[in-house]
């Protein structure tokens, strides 16, 4: 059975930092694509970043620069490093595991579609 376990979200003010982790566990294919998801209030869930087997990234323009997606492959565990926080970063934050595909689709529109395993979430809430 595959499960993700998100950690890491909390309440922080502008310009401040995170990390997210997302522990991974009972997946055991090789070949992978993992991304980070978020949903605001209101809004559909969207891809930031995406991260596959071969270390590819991908991210959104909207957050280039100051996240940073990373995994250790020892431990199972995926990052996700939030720099200079803005309020509109606030949202849950999901990760999400599919077979490999490419990594771009992840930030494209409908990027959620890609992905049938999803952790619950974690949030992130950020104050002006």
């Known amino acids: 059975q595959v499960q993700l376990a998100e950690s890491g979200g909390n309440s922080v003010q502008a310009g401040g930092s995170l990390r997210l982790s997302c522990e991974v566990s009972?997946?055991?294919?090789?070949?992978?694509?993992m991304g980070w998801l978020r949903q605001a209030p209101g809004k559909e869930r969207e891809g930031v970043a995406g991260?596959?087997?071969?270390?590819?990234?991908s991210y959104d323009d909207s957050v280039k620069g100051r996240f940073i997606s990373s995994k250790d492959n020892t431990k199972n565990i995926l990052y996700l490093q939030i720099n200079i926080l803005k309020p509109d970063n606030t949202a849950m934050y999901y990760c999400?595991?599919?077979?490999?595909?490419?990594?771009?689709?992840?930030?494209?529109?409908?990027?959620?579609?890609?992905?049938?395993?999803w952790g619950q979430g974690t949030q992130v809430t950020v104050s002006s």
């Open positions: 009972g997946w055991t294919d090789q070949s992978y694509c």
């Open positions: 991260i596959d087997s071969n270390g590819m990234t």
């Open positions: 999400a595991v599919e077979r490999f595909r490419p990594v771009s689709l992840v930030v494209a529109i409908n990027g959620a579609d890609a992905f049938g395993y």
